[in-house]
């Protein structure tokens, strides 16, 4: 499917927000793959799809898993938000018509990233993060270090939803605890200090 008939049926799918927001994610996947040469058209496809699955929510989500047979842990059905990446890669399969196994893997771990990401993977959890509409402490340093070491930045995001996460309260989904020691052991691997 063509990226501009995707982006009219989102229309009628999401917000106005959550739009623009998938827009921006698509662009700023397309910066971050031209800068590390990976593939800018599985970028942008990955990009304006990554949040197709939000508007489940709730009970939705549990009963969309259900009926795809994904089997959710404990973490999942209780915060049923990090549903949205598994929902997000079906949709896309099912109904975009998306068949690139490295496009659905980049929706599917988007939201808590996972151990040994691949290049477009960690282009797509990155991109979510530090894209124009994002504002929060320490951003300017966080859209530098994206371009200059994209494994850096990976800490840097995780880092930064497990704080969020303590703060707010809520259940931390292990994943994002992987995908944080998982890029600062790669960063220790180079004698690198973080
Ligand atoms: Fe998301
Ligand atoms: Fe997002």
Request: charged share 30%; hydrophobic share 40%; proline share 1%.
């Amino acid at each position: 499917m063509e990226i501009n008939t995707i982006i009219n049926i989102l229309k009628n799918e999401l917000d106005a927000y959550r739009l623009n927001h998938s827009i921006n994610v698509m662009e700023m996947a397309e910066s971050l793959a031209k800068h590390y040469g990976a593939d800018v058209h599985k970028a942008r496809l990955a990009g304006i799809l990554h949040d197709c699955g939000k508007n489940y929510q709730g009970d939705e989500a549990r009963e969309y898993i259900k009926k795809i047979g994904y089997i959710a842990d404990e973490v999942e059905i209780r915060q049923p938000k990090l549903l949205h990446g598994i929902i997000g890669e079906n949709l896309a399969r099912e109904k975009y018509r998306v068949a690139d196994e490295e496009v659905l893997g980049a929706i599917r771990w988007h939201t808590t990233g996972k151990v040994g990401m691949t290049l477009l993977e960690k282009i797509i959890y990155v991109a979510d993060y530090i894209e124009p509409l994002r504002s929060f402490e320490g951003i300017e340093n966080m859209r530098r270090i994206a371009f200059e070491d994209i494994e850096k930045c990976i800490v840097y995001c995780s880092e930064s939803t497990i704080k969020f996460i303590l703060k707010k309260g809520v259940l931390l989904h292990k994943n994002t605890v992987d995908t944080r020691n998982y890029s600062l052991m790669i960063i220790r691997d180079r004698n690198e200090k973080y």
